[in-house]
């Protein structure tokens, strides 16, 4: 009995050990396939308003239509049509001697092969452009999911900064596009992930330093927070603005960073509606089969209307006045609408809101 069984273990080990490498690989092939599955991404909010959460799967795989086409190619001249108009209308596309009346080719990155060009607007699906410019610069997926360089950085190896000149030589044979977002939403953006949640002893931590040492007035039994209010942001910025000193990247105006008066624009993508519009932008620069709409960063610069508004209220109407007014050409060029700010309860103290308490320790 005993050497029967002996004898069919060597069987049973061979069988096991084939067995396993054959299910091995498929399963790893699984586990690698399935990642996108769990990557929650957000789709865009409507012209009307309206939000939907969709996952990775969900988003539409076939070629736009022809009427689809047709729907967003007469979206798109709207949007250049009051583009044109506004920037007539406010004189910014005269060419002058300050940074609103002339080229700034600086941010542009100019990919020759593909013959697309990218105003990179930060805070305004950023991430997820600098991504698919970096696939097509020649970074695989595989290593961009693996390095822990900045992706700007990557990106810049590749796509040198251009001179006036040379960006309008690209443009002649290239899709030229820009991504814009509401000016409050991407403001509000960019307070959260640079301040608010900033990496300790980071350049923008640092800065929150600087603005709670220099704005921050303290009262007895209130509690602060470590990082700088809203409030105490926006004064910054406003304070900044009189002085005319340059502003970060992230909240700097996208009129003023990538002149849509003095540069033409193909095609003007909106945050609200990218998940339309970026699809349309690879269609319309023959790129479907190399890049797919992507959207990084999910819930990292999320912001509900109900979020915004908190944050908003948190402001006295001397610096939504003030913050508004820096906007302004944003919120006419690219039509969007200051009202529910307006309408909102603004405090009439500088004490930190509710927000902030958890936040403290």
Known sequence: MRSKRSQCRPVKRCIFFFTAITILPLALVYLATSNDQFYRIRSPISENGNSTQLMAEELP????????????????????????????????????????????????LVNRKYHIIWCNVFKSASTSWMYNFNI?????PEF????????????????????????????NDSTT??????????????????????????????????IIKRYRKKKKNVTYPKCPTFSEFISFILDEVKKKNALDMHWTPITKFCTPCQVKFDIVAKFETLDEDQRYLITKANLNSIIKPEWKNYGKGRNTQD???????????????????????????FDYSSDEYFKLELV??????????????
């Open 177 to 210: 596009f820009l991504i814009v977002r509401h000016p409050f939403e991407r403001l509000l953006s960019a307070y959260k992930d640079k301040l608010l949640y900033a990496v300790p002893h980071s350049l923008h931590d640092k800065l929150g330093h600087k």
């Open 136 to 140: 097509l610069a020649g970074y695989s």
């Open 61 to 108: 795989k076939r070629a736009l239509s022809q009427s689809e086409m047709e729907m967003i190619e007469a979206r798109m001249a709207q949007r250049n049509e009051r583009l044109a108009e506004k920037c007539t209308e406010f004189g910014l596309d005269v060419h002058g001697n300050d940074s609103w009346h002339q080229p700034n080719p600086w941010e542009f």
């Open 144 to 171: 961009l999911k693996k390095s822990n360089a900045v992706p700007l950085e990557l990106a810049r190896k590749k796509y040198p900064r251009v001179s006036q000149g040379e960006l309008e030589k690209a443009m």
């Open 348 to 361: 009439t103290n500088n004490e930190p809101s509710s927000e902030y308490k958890d936040k403290t320790n």
């Open 307 to 333: 979020l915004v508004a908190k944050y908003y209220s948190q402001l006295t109407r001397e610096q939504l006045d003030g913050i508004f007014e820096f906007f302004r050409y944003d919120f006419e060029l």
